[in-house]
């Protein structure tokens, strides 16, 4: 009966192109932004009034982030996607889940809180790289469909120098006062040098990007490709200027909801003559196709398992004040007495095993020709 429904009332969509491109007029807007602020406020807006990180505001802690990691999982509950990635999935998930566990509970078991201290950091350094070469991959993936282009040698170097400033930028704004109170004999900090180094980093990317964009075949593509290149420029004027939050928040929005576009499409179009999706045939009361239900569901379900881990880690003794993305902590924050070690937190550890498991399966997923290209199509 669902079956019959879903053929009568949904049509399937294709994914519009230019909307895509829109999403990167966040760029001119933080601009204009800083301007403002500068000429205006004397950067009391950077200085005073906005956190570091985006998730301290409430707004983004609902929709950011974690919700559009829990879309892509929704979208894998899929009668036909299961058995056909199963094994590979199951390997890979006990593989992160070990590795994660390890480093969070093994190691500092058995290594001096020293040693200890420096495999988190390398631990770190290496998720916020993978976060990033996961975020450009999506971004450039699309930049190359749009041009008409397969991927080769050239957006390789493209990709991978653009994450390496990336990364980069990423520990320029989470680790800043960690990089800036190491000093050298010159004088010069190491948040300086990170800086500088973003800098070549982000040049090098353009001329590689600049050169693929020579052999676009479509206008619009090579306007797209143009707008990542620029991105990562305005990212590294942001962390020059110490603009924080507008490092993180550019380049999450466009990843975020360029996600959210095509998870919802995907979503759509598949269950759109059967509904496969074991979620949304159980949501079939529900009277919104998956196009609208898809970001409603992926939010509910993300800050449903965010708020269950951090009153978890309340319980178990720990105290997540900060580093949350759980709406709750803006409202109720109780202190524990004697806090056990934040890297044993619960959500921390969902964030890291499930972010790790993201990119993995993003990044076979979505290849030309997979399951789940046959669901979208772009305009």
Known sequence: M??????????????????????????????????????????????????DNPGALIWWAIIFNFPHIVSSMVTLLDDEYLPHYRQRFTKALVIITVAVL???????????????????????????????????SQQFGLGMMMMGLRPDRGFEFWRYS????????????????????????????????????????????????????????????????????????????????????????????????????????????????????YIYRALSFIPLTPLLLCPILAIVLANSIECGAYFLDFGLGFNPANNTDCFASHFYRPEVEQPLPDQMRVGLQILFISGLFHYYIEGFVWKRESLHRHSVSFS
């Open 2 to 51: 669902n079956d019959v429904v879903s053929a009568v009332t949904v049509k399937p969509v294709s994914i519009s192109n230019r909307l895509l491109l829109s999403l990167y007029a966040i760029m001119p807007l933080c601009l204009c932004f800083v301007v403002l602020d500068a000429l205006a406020f004397n950067y009391q807006f950077r200085d005073i009034w906005l956190p």
């Open 102 to 136: 390890s480093v969070n509970y093994l190691l500092p078991q058995v290594l001096s809180p020293g040693l200890y201290g420096i495999v988190f950091i390398l631990f770190f350094i290496f998720f916020a790289a993978y976060t990033m070469y996961h975020v450009l």
């Open 162 to 277: 653009s994450t390496f400033a990336a990364t980069l930028l990423y520990l320029m704004a989470f680790t800043k006062h960690n990089l800036q109170a190491v000093i050298f004999d010159s004088g010069l900090s190491l948040y300086d040098f990170t800086q500088w180094l973003a800098l070549a980093a982000v040049v090098c990317a353009a001329l590689f990007g600049t050169n693929l964009m020579r052999r676009g075949q479509q206008r619009l593509g090579i306007v797209y490709v143009a707008a990542n290149i620029l991105m990562l420029f305005i990212v590294w004027c942001m962390a020059a200027l110490e603009y924080s939050f507008l490092v993180i928040l550019i380049p999450r929005f466009i990843h975020d909801i360029t996600a959210f576009i095509i998870y919802s499409v995907h979503d759509h179009n598949r269950n759109a003559t059967q509904t496969h999706n």
